[in-house]
């Protein structure tokens, strides 16, 4: 174009969009530096975790959690007796050790630290069968706490394959498998699962000494219980946030860059709905811990001479007159992993998916 | 409306047979006829008892039988002591029935109250209490609280007396077969009187000048029932359940205890029986908890 001034606004002609330069100013320095990016950018997880962590309440459960953690890991270490061991001083069966009150000693102790020995005290008392109760609560928790984790990795991963299928999928079999969960989902789960655990108890027999043989079929049951009855909610939880992340443009892009089914599943859509996966899973652990107290109350809980949380405070039902601490120590251990577990699935909930709190 | 009635019904009937079919057919995986006794029977009486209780049929047409008889209201007898189960559910429902009906009361009511109590005094001292509470309360297994509240009051204090025949006092067992359902209806009534408070309809209802407890008894608690209501089914399920562990504490001669002696008695037929008629309860319970809410609440449209 010869001839064109710069400076020059050329005539404006009607519905012409053209600018009039003259009316704008170039920006300040000061004024440059406020579109400067400040702060670090944030990514979903760092922001959900800086949320997570004001909130007082799920960084007390985390705390107390962890204090329960180390204790279960750390105690059998230094307590010099184990879950089923009959109390003996000097080789010699200590009869004298039933029921003994917290730090307390027998007689055949005293005997023995007058004689300047150290004898490492019951913190917790012992039980009537002459065993130190804190280590059979520190055993009872790990047992509880192996339970409530390992249900709930078995309901998440039943769960999020069926539930990942059946939503991307669509059509007609997302109709027949969520007809099935709606089935599974109408039983009245806690019955049957007394009546597959009284079943199972029956019919699973391991060889002895093996891995099997050593959980009982107890609490095997109760984990085929689990895999059986309890993933039928994650299922639909899944299924649900599939149906909605499926419609996005990123998967139709990729879908029309020919990823498979698999792919898609795996690398867009679960990253998508961690947050729910986290957070139901975290609350499924105090339900299957519950779960497990109550079959154990009911006489399906895990094998003795194995304790469990829920069988210890069953047991000391017997004799809870004269000594009520014995129900006391695993109930409040129950009530304090429950009630941690529960505050930080909240809070979790809170931070991650604050849509999810209005339900 | 009634086709989704209709529905619901037959997948109500649906799940009621596939219970059945469930817990019959687990029952007889079990080894071991009912006649294995410490006391060897001689062969021929064992083949005159599977004669006399069908057990020597193949399991479907036994399956059968056993259906045809529970159509006819015929449960069999318990293994364990010969009586007729329909005489032993009979005698024990109604005191079950009477438990669990003070509980759902109790709980529904109580919760409803203190959780809407809670959100109008929201971020009060008062809400912190109940909060605090029903966040409590949703931690601690009912076992543990009966056998607390059973050594406490009924024990060491003496203000109730002990459960027995004749001086049947209900209170402890319902409070502790309440605590949990109660918490969290306190908890659920307090997000949803929240969410109603916040609604445009109240604003102008304000607006309007009417009266703060008309507000609040006419628009709002009105509207944040209803979530309170979907989950009374799953709270029937919760007292079923939750019955048998307290009845067992309190020795209660209910259906609930009945059922955990039947358990550790290994008395399968009485199991059986029970089973399925809790279950029948408890999906009869949930059906008409849905029919109902979608009753109250027209907004809920019909698949």
């Known amino acids: ?359 | 409306m009634t086709r989704y009635v209709i529905k619901r019904i037959l997948l109500a009937i649906l799940t009621v047979l596939l219970i059945c079919i469930i817990t019959f057919f687990l029952m007889n995986a079990i080894p071991g006829g009912p006649f294995n006794k410490e006391k060897a029977l001689s062969p021929a009486t064992i083949e005159a008892l599977n004669a006399r209780y069908n057990l020597d049929k193949p399991l479907v047409v036994q399956f059968f039988l056993y259906m045809k008889g529970l159509l006819k209201g015929d449960l069999g007898v318990s293994l364990k002591n010969g009586r007729d189960i329909v005489d032993i559910l009979s005698e024990s429902f109604p005191i079950s029935c009477r438990l669990g009906l003070m509980a759902i009361t109790v709980a529904l009511i109580c919760g409803t109250v203190l959780g809407s109590f809670a959100a109008l005094m929201r971020n009060r001292l008062p809400d912190r209490i109940i909060i605090f509470f029903s966040t409590l309360f949703t931690a601690v297994p009912s076992f543990v609280l009966a056998t607390l509240l059973l050594l406490v009051f009924s024990i060491k204090l003496g203000w109730v007396p002990v459960w027995s025949a004749n001086s049947t006092n209900y209170v402890l067992p319902v409070i502790s077969l309440a605590a949990y359902p109660m918490a969290y209806t306190t908890r659920l009534a307090k997000t949803s009187m929240l969410d109603a408070l916040s609604q445009d309809y109240i604003r102008t209802a304000k607006a309007k000048g009417v009266k703060k407890w008309k507000v609040i008894f006419k628009h709002a608690l009105r509207n944040s029932l209803l979530p309170v209501i979907t989950y009374a089914g799953p709270q029937i399920a919760y007292i079923i359940t939750g019955s048998m562990v307290v009845e067992t504490v309190f020795t209660v001669g209910g259906i609930g205890s009945k059922f955990v002696s039947a358990i550790s008695n290994r008395d399968y037929t009485m199991i059986m029986a029970t089973t399925i008629f809790l279950a029948t309860l408890m999906v009869v319970a949930n059906l008409i908890c849905d029919l109902l809410y979608k009753l109250v609440d027209p907004r809920i449209k019909f698949e």
């Open chain 1, 1 to 359: 174009m010869a001839g064109y001034d710069l400076n020059k606004t050329p005539d404006k002609q009607i519905l012409s969009m053209q600018l009039d330069l003259s009316k704008f100013e170039k920006a300040t320095e000061e004024e440059k530096r406020q579109q400067d990016v400040m702060s670090e950018s944030t990514t979903f997880f760092k922001d959900g975790m800086r949320k997570l962590f004001k909130n007082p309440l799920a960084v007390g459960s985390i705390a107390v959690l962890c204090l329960i953690m180390a204790l279960i890991i750390v105690a059998p270490h230094f307590v010099p007796y184990s879950y089923q061991e009959i109390l003996s001083v000097e080789g010699k069966r200590d009869k004298g050790a039933k029921n003994l009150a917290p730090f307390e000693y027998s007689k055949a102790e005293q005997a023995y630290i007058a004689k300047g020995n150290y004898r490492f005290p019951h913190i917790f008392g012992t039980d009537e069968q002459c065993r130190d109760y804190f280590i059979r609560v520190i055993y009872g928790t790990r047992v509880s706490l192996v339970v409530g984790f390992f249900a709930s990795i078995i309901v998440l991963i039943i769960g999020l394959i069926y539930g990942s299928i059946s939503g991307y999928a669509g059509g007609r079999p997302d109709l027949i498998m969520m007809r099935i969960v709606d089935i599974i989902y109408s039983l009245p789960d806690m019955l049957v699962v007394i009546l597959l655990s009284v079943v199972l108890s029956q019919i699973l027999v391991f060889k002895s000494g093996s891995f099997l043989a050593m959980m009982g079929s107890n609490m095997v049951s109760l984990f085929i219980v689990f895999g059986l009855l309890y993933w039928v909610g994650m299922a639909r939880l899944i299924r649900a946030q599939i149906l909605s992340i499926k419609e996005n443009e990123y998967i139709l892009a990729a879908r029309s860059i020919g990823a498979k089914p698999g792919h898609i599943i795996r690398k867009h859509i679960l990253p998508n709905c961690l947050s729910v996966i986290i957070i139901s899973t975290a609350l499924q652990i105090p339900s299957a811990i519950f779960t497990e107290s109550y079959l154990s109350f009911v006489g399906l809980g895990v094998q003795a001479p194995m304790p469990s949380l829920g069988s210890l405070a069953n047991s000391a039902r017997e004799g809870l007159q004269s000594y009520p601490y014995k129900l006391v120590f695993p109930a409040l251990m129950i009530c304090l992993i429950v009630l941690s577990l529960n505050l930080l699935g909240d809070g979790l909930r809170d931070a991650f998916d604050p849509k999810l709190k209005s339900k």
